[in-house]
């Protein structure tokens, strides 16, 4: 908005003719630089969520005829006995049957910045 009103008063000749024309430069400048650096960091954020996607497991170990198997997350159903190991993302919405030791961090679900402890 004020790179437009410089260049009309630029062309109106109101003020100094180089002064406003300086002004819609330093202007129109800085508007470009800081497009320029959001398109960059908006493809650096999507590289690293990517990247993260990545890491992460999409499998999982069920139970399956008392056999453990290992199966893609999302072919997980309902009666699937979850063996979870240190580290593991929890494939799906589960009961805990039996649990040693554990804590899930629910941050992306509940906000929580700290491990929830989970007991059976």
């Known amino acids: 908005f004020?790179?437009?009103?410089?260049?009309a008063s630029?062309?109106?000749?109101?003020g100094s003719v180089t002064q406003n024309w300086i002004q819609v430069g330093i202007i129109v400048?800085?508007?470009?630089?800081?497009?320029t650096i959001g398109i960059i960091q908006e493809g650096?954020?999507?590289?690293?969520?990517?990247?993260?996607?990545?890491?992460?497991?999409?499998?999982?170990?069920?139970?399956?005829?008392?056999?453990?198997?290992?199966v893609p997350?999302?072919?997980v159903v309902p009666g699937d006995i979850v063996i979870l190991s240190l580290?593991?993302?929890i494939p799906a919405d589960i009961r805990m049957l039996e649990v040693n030791n554990m804590a899930?961090?629910?941050?992306?679900l509940t906000g929580e910045s700290v491990p929830i402890e989970k007991t059976t």
């Open 87 to 89: 580290g593991d993302r």
């Open 73 to 75: 997350a999302n072919l």
């Open 104 to 108: 899930s961090a629910e941050a992306a």
């Open 29 to 35: 400048g800085v508007i470009a630089i800081n497009t």
């Open 10 to 14: 630029a062309i109106a000749g109101i």
């Open 44 to 70: 650096s954020a999507a590289e690293a969520a990517a990247a993260l996607k990545a890491m992460l497991s999409a499998d999982a170990v069920v139970v399956r005829d008392g056999v453990e198997t290992k």
């Open 2 to 7: 004020v790179a437009i009103i410089s260049a």
